[in-house]
């Protein structure tokens, strides 16, 4: 079964105040339609279209990389219109997904559950039950419980307006059916728009089945129109992610204080997470790992019994087996840290190399290295490697000491076991085995006088 879902993604959303294309807003660092059509994929054999209208270009720059058809539609007269700009790229025997741009949280076991229903005798159409229905249209149903209309909330009787099963929008049916429907939709109503949901009359009169489908959360298709319900589907995404970390193991400090903005590709066995973590992109945790409050992860793969302690952040790093990063540590993109290494506080690794059981625990920046093994690097070390056009390598061979408040400007490289002694500025290679420095001499001036503060 060949199925072409039509993603309607035209709307304005002027309840945004934004200039911002409504379903480019982000939930979990993703736009909207991002979302829907990342669940979309789920679906085998399926070819996506995405009709779009206000700030288009903008949605299309920012979404290139969907494998999807774009179609504009310039101007927005109604959902009906908007899928009659995507219907001759329907086949009468596919199956047509009608999905909304705003609704990202959609879950792929419903739309399973709707795609099923579809026939030749059968339109599919999910539905909600709402304690306040107020803006979405109403669900007609007769004697026998068999819906057959749909009414929008400006056209509703006082009577109809009680009722409190709702549309989504969502639906499913065949393309030849469709494209009949669409062929026969009037504007005579009280927007003087084109609805989809006049199909559903159709339909019915034509003797077809609305089988309806009812989500368990309204949360799950709840459109965005504005920032409250941004912000209330953010922590809606948020507890779902929460939910499963713990149902995989992970202890939460507090479920209501974590930001999943990426997808974990491994998650090992108890792991602790204290409060105000972020993790974004695509993440690798091991077992027995504790992340402190504060930190933020993306795209790291973290060993077995790592601790990574308050207010650091690691971006496209790599932590071994037993290593301790931080309080307040960084290390950025291209940072390989080996087992059983301290990384300390206010303390920056980039593009480096740390090797097993070394340690920099205080105040350092390490930039383009290379650390051995069982190497000291004292406090306010600083690795030069930019002359201001070029990045150069500093290599530190294994058990070397360097002292406190050295700079070691590369290219340079420290033998093995080299002591470097504090406060040096080392411009040169240093032989293995050696004491290395480099210091002015020591002066005291006797007869210095302190200035004094001039009387006015």
């Not at 310039?74 to 086949?91: E, S, Y």
Request: hydrophobic share 35%.
């Amino acid at each position: 079964m060949s199925i072409k879902t039509i993603i309607l993604a035209a709307g304005q959303g002027t309840r945004m105040r934004s200039k911002l294309p409504k379903v480019l807003h982000q939930i979990a660092n993703r736009p909207l339609l991002q979302h829907v059509y990342d669940t979309s994929l789920q679906i085998p054999d399926n070819h996506i279209h995405v009709v779009y209208g206000h700030g288009g270009e903008t949605v299309k720059e920012r979404l290139s990389h969907f494998d999807a058809v774009w179609i504009e539609q310039k101007q927005q007269l109604g959902t009906g219109h908007a899928v009659q700009q995507a219907i001759h790229h329907v086949n009468d025997a596919d199956t047509v997904l009608i999905l909304y741009g705003d609704v990202p949280l959609l879950k792929m076991a419903t739309l399973h559950t709707l795609l099923a229903d579809v026939s030749d005798s059968c339109l599919a159409l999910l539905t909600v039950i709402l304690d306040d229905p107020t803006g979405y249209g109403r669900i007609i149903r007769d004697n026998n419980n068999q819906v057959v209309k749909i009414v929008e909330q400006k056209d509703a009787t006082p009577e109809q307006l009680k009722i409190n099963e709702g549309n989504t929008g969502i639906l499913a049916c065949k393309g030849h059916q469709l494209k009949d429907w669409l062929s026969r939709l009037s504007n005579h109503n009280a927007q003087n728009e084109y609805y989809l949901t006049d199909i559903i009359e159709m339909a019915v009169s034509d003797g077809l089945l609305v089988k309806t489908t009812q989500t368990n959360s309204q949360d799950e298709v709840l459109g965005v129109n504005n920032r409250n319900q941004l912000a209330h589907l953010e922590r809606v995404y948020q507890w779902q992610q929460a939910d499963y970390l713990m149902t995989h193991g992970v202890t939460l400090r507090d479920p209501a204080r974590i930001d999943v903005r990426g997808q974990f590709l491994e998650l090992g066995q108890d792991i602790e997470i204290d409060i105000n973590v972020i993790f974004e992109g695509q993440n690798k945790i091991g077992s027995n790992v504790k992340i402190g409050a504060n930190c933020i992860l993306k795209n790291v793969e973290i060993a077995d019994d790592v601790e990574i302690l308050a207010n650091s952040l690691l971006e496209n790093a790599v932590v071994g087996v037993g290593s301790r990063i931080g309080p307040y540590a960084r290390l950025r993109p291209d940072t390989q840290i080996a087992d059983h290494v301290h990384i300390g506080n206010f303390v920056e690794i980039k593009k480096s190399n740390i090797a097993s059981g070394s340690k920099i625990n205080h105040l350092s920046y390490i930039g383009d290295s290379e650390i051995g093994s069982k190497v000291n690097i004292g406090a306010g070390t600083i690795t030069c490697n930019y002359d201001g056009v070029n990045k150069f390598k500093t290599i530190i061979e294994d058990g070397a000491f360097i002292g406190s408040d050295t700079q070691l400007v590369a290219p340079v490289k420290v033998g093995k076991n080299a002591t470097i002694g504090a406060g040096s500025t080392i411009t040169k290679d240093t032989p293995a085995e050696q004491l290395s420095l480099s210091r002015s001499k020591q002066i005291s001036v006797e007869s210095w006088q302190r200035p004094q503060k001039k009387e006015k």
